[in-house]
Nanobody, 120 residues
Framework: VQLQASGGGLVQAGGSLRLSCVAS????????LGWFRQFPGKEREFVAA????????HYEDSVEGRFKITRDVSKNTQYLQMDSLKPEDTGVYYC??????????????WGQGTQVTVSS
């Protein structure tokens, strides 16, 4: 399984970005999908996840209400819509596939990181 993330960039505080992650080599419908992020000098942390059926989602408290995770099984793609971005959201974002509930330990496959920078 390979995951290809894209969509990061530089945005002003209050702005929006949409991250995408395309999976190849496996049927995305078999796994929970999610996003993690990593700040300099810190461990990778959970951001959001959606179950393989799409019926369940889970968000880290600080992004609840601002970020939305969706997936398109037909395209083997997951998305993270990020609105009302804050400077503290700045970091490297990673997509992942794994078992539900998706935690860092439950993740089986990782994409390469995409940098998100939010200026104040």
């Amino acid at each position: 399984v390979q995951l290809q993330a894209s969509g990061g960039g530089l945005v002003q505080a209050g702005g929006s970005l949409r991250l995408s992650c395309v999976a190849s080599g496996w049927r995305v419908g078999s796994y929970a999908l999610g996003w993690f992020r990593q700040f300099p000098g810190k461990e990778r942390e959970f951001v959001a996840a959606v179950s393989w059926s799409g019926a369940n989602t889970h968000y880290e408290d600080s992004v609840e209400g601002r970020f939305k995770i969706t997936r398109d099984v037909s395209k083997n793609t997951q998305y993270l819509q990020m609105d009302s971005l804050k400077p503290e959201d700045t970091g490297v974002y990673y997509c992942a596939l794994g078992n539900w509930p998706l935690t860092r330990r439950a993740a089986r496959y990782w994409g390469q990181g995409t940098q998100v920078t939010v200026s104040s």
